[in-house]
């Protein structure tokens, strides 16, 4: 697939982008180092001056009103920035987009749909193996039917599906997480690793099943309050994970295969979290092979509200100075066939994944083997040399 296409800013901006606060940001080659940018009328604005790094800007008490009142440098239009993020035609002279958050934690909260939760359970179950997860799946919707569906974690009826599933012997850890009263909360990659819009995305090569997992990601402060949103990929190695979850770390934190963007849409008057609560998430897949995939979900069927999240992920036990931001967690987990019957869907080197969001806008990114990826070399070290080199810290 062409990946070297001329981009249209009005394709991947939320659909009511003009009234949105959109903020991200991009690597500026005369300072060789990130800027944090607002976008204004199809064109990129530096704001480093007031807000050095994303994370001083999602720590102000009214973050969107704050940007509004800043003019900024201009950086370049969006169009040329978008153009220029691919990394097989970037000009390393000129700007491009990066990941829109920078030393923030980077959380994800797993199994909070009931679709997802299956096929958690699923992995187990086959121990990695795809080829037993068609007979698997039947076994447990057969059990189980559409019960996980209509349960709030934590509750009596909850307890009682507990009860009857370890009669059963199909109890899991992943249920456990699912339907108890303690989240999955667990560390997706490090701060400053996340790849942005255009960059390739990492899947490693020792997994023969993975699979994209589309997700909202909230952006909270070290206070615990949420500023706004983001698109994310959580890219996941099924068969890894499945052999055990003990190697969720394996699974989940490999180089490029944490993106998000294309930016954070602050809170404000047209954005809010009930926004969030009712959003709907479309995934396609594009293969070089003619493989194409098209799913969609929405928030409001998540088993966990948003807040409640949070509110588990951050307090008094659990502090992040620099803030943090949380995947949402997904009900996409591809199992359709593409090549040998009865072995589901992975990824193959070279597919294009798109997730949308009316809201959010659209996060695009080419996938490649963990080793193919950019090598993550910019980090904390670097960000701050940086800023003190330009004299903003």
């Known amino acids: ?69 800043l003019s900024g440098q201009p950086v370049g239009t969006l169009d040329e920035l978008l153009q220029n993020s691919p990394p097989d035609q970037r000009d390393a002279q000129k700007p491009w987009l990066l990941a829109p958050i920078d030393l923030q934690a980077i959380k994800a909260a797993g199994v909070t749909f009931a679709a997802s939760l299956l096929e958690r359970v699923i992995e187990e179950q086959a121990r990695g193996n795809p080829q037993e997860s068609f007979s698997i799946r039947n076994e447990i919707v057969s059990s189980v039917g559409q019960a996980l569906d209509k349960l709030k974690p934590g509750t009596r009826q909850a307890a009682s599906l507990k ?39 990492g899947f490693h090569p020792m997994s023969s099943w993975n699979n994209p997992e589309p997700e909202v990601v909230l952006i909270v402060s070290s206070a615990g ?65 003619g493989f194409h995939l098209h799913a969609v979900s929405s928030l409001s069927r998540i088993s966990r509200d948003p807040s409640e999240l949070v509110a588990q ?21 591809p199992t359709e066939d593409r090549d040998v019957p009865g072995m589901g869907f992975s990824h193959k080197i070279g597919d294009i994944v798109r997730i ?35 004299r903003l810290i």
């Open 163 to 201: 009860e009857l599933l370890l009669q059963k012997g199909l109890w899991s850890q992943y249920l456990e997480v699912g339907i108890g009263p303690d989240a999955e909360l667990f560390t997706k990659a490090q701060p400053m690793s996340a790849v942005g819009y255009g960059h390739d995305a």
């Open 1 to 69: 697939m062409n990946w070297k296409i001329k981009i249209d800013h009005h394709d991947i901006l939320p659909t009511d982008w003009p009234h949105g606060c959109l903020v991200g940001r991009a690597w500026r080659p005369d300072f060789q180092g990130p800027s944090v940018v607002v976008v204004r009328e199809g064109a990129l604005f530096d704001i480093s001056e007031t807000f050095p790094t994303m994370r001083d800007l999602c720590e102000a008490q009214k973050a969107a009103a704050s940007v509004a009142v």
């Open 225 to 289: 309050e949420i500023k706004g949103a983001s698109l994310g990929n959580d890219v996941n190695l099924r068969d890894v994970e499945g052999r055990s979850a003990l190697l969720l770390g394996k699974a989940k934190d490999n180089n490029a295969s944490c993106a998000v963007g294309p930016f954070i849409r602050l809170f404000d008057e047209s954005f809010s979290l009930e926004d969030i609560r009712q959003m709907e998430v479309h995934m396609t897949i594009d293969g070089e092979d």
């Open 313 to 333: 992920m951050i307090g008094p036990h659990h502090r992040y100075p620099d803030g943090v931001v949380l995947f949402l967690g997904t009900m996409f987990a």
């Open 356 to 390: 949308r969001s009316d809201k959010l806008g659209v996060l695009a990114n080419r996938m490649r083997h963990t080793d193919e990826c950019e090598p993550w070399h910019f980090g904390t070290a670097q960000l701050m040399r940086s800023l003190a080199k330009r």
